[in-house]
T-cell receptor, first 114, second 111 residues
Framework: DGGITQSPKYLFRKEGQNVTLSCEQN?????MYWYRQDPGQGLRLIYY???????QKGDIAEGYSVSREKKESFPLTVTSAQKNPTAFYLC?????????????FGDGTRLSIL | QKEVEQDPGPLSVPEGAIVSLNCTYS??????FMWYRQYSRKGPELLMY????GNKEDGRFTAQVDKSSKYISLFIRDSQPSDSATYLC???????????FGTGTRLTVIP
């Protein structure tokens, strides 16, 4: 069954700690995305990657970092510099870069502060 | 002004009602329009995907795009309790993967 797997489902961060959210896809998609979802604000783009070993900042990249070493994996690190990390984080992918094909989403990771 | 505006609701309707969900936008370069359904604590799932102006029907769902008015709609006929979810509109320009999302409308269908 092809899809996007995000883990863990729930994550708690202590003050000053970096945490990493996992996103794995077996759809053979080139492009992958990370969004943050807050109540009343919709989805905001954090980072995106159109191809392996390349990624671009989105609208709210400050306090976050990513890597794209493999096509199927696009992990997101929430660093201690992100002062308000509590949110629902969504990973998405599309088959090809700049193809206007719709994005497919994982089931998200909910991050909270301890 | 946000690029995409969507009434957040909440919207409550009785089972069997026709539901109308709407978004307006300001960027005339948007050509691709999507509606996603998101259940609580889940990721959005694609419901409808349309290009430019016109209507598209899929079962109980109809998507309408009016580019002259910069207005898109999703109609749900014979609404069911299982339709209770948040509905997100999204759109993009030609040759771009990046999507612009509305804030979502929360819908409850009451049995």
């Amino acid at each position: 069954d092809g899809g996007i797997t995000q883990s863990p489902k729930y994550l708690f961060r202590k003050e000053g700690q970096n945490v990493t959210l996992s996103c794995e896809q077996n759809l053979n998609h080139d492009a992958m995305y990370w969004y943050r979802q807050d109540p009343g604000q919709g989805l905001r783009l954090i980072y995106y990657s159109q191809i392996v070993n390349d990624f671009q900042k989105g609208d709210i990249a400050e306090g976050y970092s990513v890597s794209r070493e493999k096509k199927e994996s696009f992990p997101l690190t929430v660093t201690s510099a992100q002062k308000n990390p509590t949110a629902f984080y969504l990973c998405a992918s599309t088959p090809q870069r700049n193809s206007n094909q719709p994005q497919h989403f994982g089931d998200g990771t909910r991050l909270s502060i301890l | 002004q946000k690029e995409v505006e969507q009434d957040p609701g909440p919207l409550s309707v009785p089972e069997g009602a026709i539901v109308s969900l709407n978004c307006t936008y300001s960027n005339s370069a948007f050509q691709y329009f999507m509606w996603y359904r998101q259940y609580s604590r889940k990721g959005p799932e694609l419901l409808m995907y349309t290009y430019s102006s016109g209507n598209k029907e899929d079962g109980r769902f109809t998507a309408q795009v009016d580019k002259s008015s910069k207005y898109i709609s999703l109609f749900i006929r014979d609404s069911q309790p299982s339709d209770s979810a948040t509905y997100l509109c999204a759109m993009s320009e030609t040759g771009a993967n990046n999507l612009f999302f509305g804030t979502g409308t929360r819908l409850t269908v009451i049995p």
